[in-house]
C-alpha cells in the first residue's frame, strides 16, 4: 500500500486529482443549501467528472493539433485521458458519501459534511506532501498543507457569506 502510495503522490495525477477535488467541492458547497436526494447529487458528482473529464482530453486535443499542426498521435491521448481520468475521480470522490446516504447509512446533511471535510483534507494532504517531497520539513509541510486546504474552506466561506 505504501508503495503504491509513493507512486502515486510523485504522479502528475497528483494535481489533477486536486484539480478535480476543487470542482467537486464547489459542487457540493453550492448544491448544500438547497440540496437534490442522496442518488441525485452522487449521479450530478459523476456526471460532472465525466463532463469535465471530456472537456479535459477535448481541450488538451485542441490545444495540441492548433499548436502542433499535426494530429495527435495515440499515446498523447493516452496521456491525456489519464489527465483527465485524475480529474474525474477528484470530482466524482465525494459521490461515495451521498451513495451511502442514498442506502439510508447516513443522513444527506452528514454525506454533505463529510463530502466538504474530506474534500479539503485531501487538498491538504496533497499540499502537505508536494512540500515534503519538494524537500520541506514537517512543519513547514503542515504550514503549505494548510494554506493550500484555505483554497477549499474559501469556498466553504463564500457560500456561508453569500447565503
Given at each position: 500500500?505504501?508503495?503504491?502510495?509513493?507512486?502515486?503522490?510523485?504522479?502528475?495525477?497528483?494535481g489533477r486529482v486536486v484539480y478535480g477535488s476543487i470542482i467537486?467541492?464547489?459542487?457540493?458547497?453550492?448544491?448544500?443549501?438547497?440540496?437534490?436526494?442522496?442518488?441525485?447529487?452522487?449521479?450530478?458528482?459523476?456526471?460532472?467528472?465525466?463532463?469535465?473529464?471530456?472537456?479535459?482530453?477535448?481541450?488538451?486535443?485542441?490545444?495540441?493539433?492548433?499548436?502542433?499542426?499535426?494530429?495527435?498521435?495515440?499515446?498523447?491521448?493516452?496521456?491525456?485521458?489519464?489527465?483527465?481520468?485524475?480529474?474525474?475521480?477528484?470530482?466524482?470522490?465525494?459521490?461515495?458519501?451521498?451513495?451511502?446516504?442514498?442506502?439510508?447509512?447516513?443522513?444527506?446533511?452528514?454525506?454533505?459534511?463529510?463530502?466538504?471535510?474530506?474534500?479539503?483534507g485531501l487538498i491538504g494532504f496533497y499540499g502537505y506532501w508536494?512540500?515534503?517531497?519538494?524537500?520541506?520539513?514537517?512543519?513547514?509541510?503542515?504550514?503549505?498543507?494548510?494554506?493550500?486546504?484555505?483554497?477549499?474552506?474559501?469556498?466553504?466561506?463564500l457560500k456561508a457569506f453569500v447565503h
Amino acid at each position: 500500500m505504501r508503495t503504491s502510495l509513493e507512486q502515486h503522490l510523485g504522479s502528475r495525477q497528483v494535481g489533477r486529482v486536486v484539480y478535480g477535488s476543487i470542482i467537486g467541492l464547489a459542487l457540493v458547497v453550492t448544491l448544500e443549501s438547497h440540496p437534490p436526494t442522496a442518488s441525485v447529487m452522487a449521479v450530478w458528482l459523476v456526471g460532472t467528472a465525466l463532463a469535465v473529464g471530456l472537456a479535459e482530453v477535448y481541450s488538451e486535443v485542441v490545444g495540441v493539433e492548433t499548436s502542433t499542426r499535426q494530429p495527435v498521435s495515440r499515446p498523447q491521448l493516452r496521456h491525456m485521458v489519464e489527465d483527465a481520468a485524475g480529474v474525474g475521480f477528484g470530482v466524482a470522490f465525494p459521490a461515495v458519501f451521498f451513495l451511502l446516504s442514498a442506502m439510508g447509512l447516513c443522513k444527506i446533511d452528514t454525506a454533505f459534511s463529510i463530502a466538504k471535510w474530506t474534500g479539503l483534507g485531501l487538498i491538504g494532504f496533497y499540499g502537505y506532501w508536494a512540500a515534503r517531497f519538494a524537500g520541506a520539513d514537517a512543519g513547514r509541510a503542515l504550514i503549505k498543507g494548510a494554506l493550500v486546504a484555505l483554497v477549499g474552506a474559501g469556498l466553504i466561506a463564500l457560500k456561508a457569506f453569500v447565503h
